[in-house]
């Protein structure tokens, strides 16, 4: 039986079950919101958002698979590239354009022109820590975890600090094959 | 039949036929070996106790993951027996066929695998085990009460997938 070709993230986007892109918006700046409410300072609350995001990538990988089909990625190019054209175009709505690759092909970028998270978002001075779309690294870096890719995401620009669009550095630590998990005492 | 609302399911499940239950049961594995669901409907050899058998099947398929790799005459990477892949790498093994029974397999890069023992004339299963995937990730990943990495305890999940798993023809 031929292999069912990977759908692209546009095809998936169109298929899916909508909602109220505001409600999404609103609901997000509700959590976060609160978040800052309760843990008061910034860099905790970065850290949740982190954290937050992470325990959704240990999840959102199955349905990412399940929906979209693609197989192993050969390396971490291919990687990259379907995490921005597929991944951000299917769960998000806009899709990610990688730049800025290193040497040895482990590091890159998602550039975000749009970004459906911070619509109507203006941080004020008491919050200029803050990274607003933290939920994203934890998201990414769950997610490629689960695939045995160790990797460290951060935020090199982002729009709400004033920058023109938002950046995410992509770094490969490193590989994780799978281990036979039994201990060999039986 | 639409189970998830407006969501569209790639593949959409095969016609449902009339053959009974010739399914005789169903493992799921996650990454690190511990058995997600095993469901059996119609088992009548036990070799070894409920654990025991969990681990002897994970194992083989590890065995035989490595194995088939190894033996690949057509790919390019070198392999090393015994070395541990990472999951989807190389080739991948489907199904195996005996006289009295077919295994039929399939493992995500994720790490889940699928595995599915039916009477031996079966046809290829691989979309079927692609629908029990996209099964799981509606009623078990989506679920927030679901810790991963523990087995599933969902009666609608047993329930969607032993209706399922009867159509099979």
């Not at chain 1, 023109?164 to 550095?169: F, P």
């Not at chain 2, 996209?134 to 032993?162: A, H, M, Q, S, W």
Request: charged share 20%.
């Amino acid at each position: 039986m031929p292999a069912v070709a990977p759908r692209s993230g546009e095809a998936i986007f169109a298929s899916a079950e909508r909602i109220n892109s505001e409600l999404f918006t609103l609901t997000y700046g509700a959590i976060v919101r609160q978040l800052l409410t309760d843990l008061e300072e910034v860099d905790e609350v970065n850290k949740q958002l982190d954290q937050m995001g992470y325990n959704i990538g240990l999840r959102l990988i199955d349905e990412f698979l399940a929906k979209s089909n693609v197989s192993r990625c050969v390396d971490f190019k291919e990687t990259a590239e379907v995490i921005a054209k597929v991944g951000f175009k299917m769960f998000l709505g806009v899709s990610a354009t990688v730049t800025n690759w290193d040497a040895e092909g482990t590091t890159c970028s998602l550039v975000l022109e749009d970004n459906p998270l911070v619509d109507f978002v203006e941080l004020p001075d008491t919050c200029q820590g803050l990274h607003y779309c933290n939920v994203l690294n934890g998201v990414v870096r769950g997610a490629l975890e689960m695939v045995s890719m160790k990797t460290e995401v951060t935020w090199v620009r982002d729009m709400l600090h004033g920058d023109d669009a938002y950046e995410l550095q992509v770094k490969l630590l490193k590989q994780i094959p799978e281990e036979y998990p039994y201990k060999d005492d039986e | 039949m639409q189970f998830f609302g407006a969501t569209e399911i790639n593949p959409s499940p095969p016609a449902v036929t009339a053959s009974g239950n010739n399914a005789h049961m169903i493992y799921i594995f996650n990454r690190n070996g511990v058995c997600l669901l095993y469901r059996e409907w119609n088992r009548s050899l036990h070799t070894l106790n409920a654990q025991q058998d969990q681990k002897l099947m994970f194992g083989l398929l590890f065995s035989l993951k490595s194995l088939t790799a190894k033996m690949d005459p057509v790919s390019v990477e070198k392999v090393n027996l015994g070395v541990p892949q990472l999951p989807g790498q190389g080739c991948s093994f489907h199904s195996f066929r005996t006289n009295t029974y077919k295994l039929s397999f399939m493992e995500t890069p994720s790490g889940i695998k699928l595995i599915l023992v039916t009477n031996p004339r079966t046809g290829d299963l691989r979309e079927s085990l692609k629908y029990i995937y996209n099964l799981y990730v509606e009623y078990v990943v989506k679920n927030p009460l679901y810790t991963p990495g523990t087995p599933i305890k969902y009666e609608l999940f047993n329930t969607t997938l032993d209706q399922y798993v009867r159509g099979l023809g």
